[in-house]
């Protein structure tokens, strides 16, 4: 990574999952997931500068087990089920600058995708600073099925058969290349961030990870399919933790 630009990586983790009760702190393969992204970026980034942003005094001392720093807790009003991450990105950004000083950049990292690669936490800073007209720099993944085969909910499939019956032979491998935000991570220039106040603008970049590292744990079959990769070895935990 370029060595002059300091970059604020920020772990979101709220507690009170309903999907999978605590799935920020639940071991997977004997780490709490919080950790993987933790141990991720330590791998690269000075411990100074891997926050923790959570609601949770548990989830805190957790994270500063693994490495990180926990500055403060999050207020009530960024707690609740309805509290948008930009608005928790915007906190610790205004915590940093009222008591750490600068930073270049603001890297939001979610523990529901834990096998995002340091190596590739590092190429997409690099290509987010090579571009002097980007804002930011958003992790996605390819998309399967696309959306040729996709429609509103309905009884009748009328727009797939539609769509279908337009293309006549359609081979998988003809199909256009479509993406869509994995959740890996989202890395912003701090002052674009602090102007546009949004990672998601016409000037941000995308960045292609694999179909392991674009895997999300929302749901139980997330949490498995996670747990049978790693039994396996399909995953390599060398890059990660």
Not at 35 to 64: M, Q
Not at 95 to 122: C, M, R
Not at 178 to 194: A, H, L, N, Q, R
């Amino acid at each position: 990574m370029e060595q002059y630009k300091k970059i604020l990586w920020l772990i979101a983790a709220r507690s009170g999952s309903k999907s999978i009760p605590d799935k920020n702190i639940k071991p997977l393969g004997g780490v709490p997931l919080l950790c993987y992204r933790i141990k991720t970026v330590l791998k690269f980034a000075n411990p100074e500068d891997v926050w923790i942003s959570t609601d949770s005094r548990k989830y805190a001392d957790i994270a500063e087990k693994c490495g990180a720093v926990a500055p403060f807790l999050r207020p009530p009003e960024l707690a609740s089920d309805n509290a948008l991450p930009m608005g928790i990105v915007a906190h610790a950004m205004q915590w940093a600058d009222d008591h750490k000083g600068h930073y270049d950049a603001v890297g939001l990292l979610e523990p529901t995708s834990p096998f995002v690669k340091s190596s590739t936490l590092i190429k997409a800073v690099n290509n987010l600073f090579n571009d002097n007209n980007a804002d930011s720099i958003i992790a996605v993944r390819s998309v399967r099925p696309g959306t040729f085969y996709i429609q509103d909910d309905s009884k009748y499939l009328s727009k797939i058969a539609k769509n279908i019956a337009s293309a006549k032979f359609l081979r998988r491998q003809d199909e256009k290349s479509e993406i869509t935000p994995s959740g890996g991570f989202y890395i912003s220039k701090w002052e674009s961030f602090k102007k546009k106040g949004a990672y998601y603008t016409d000037k941000a970049l995308s960045y292609r990870v694999s179909d392991l590292e674009g895997l999300e744990i929302d749901e139980p079959i997330d949490w498995d399919w996670a747990e049978f990769l790693i039994e396996k070895k399909k995953i390599d935990l060398k890059d990660i933790i």
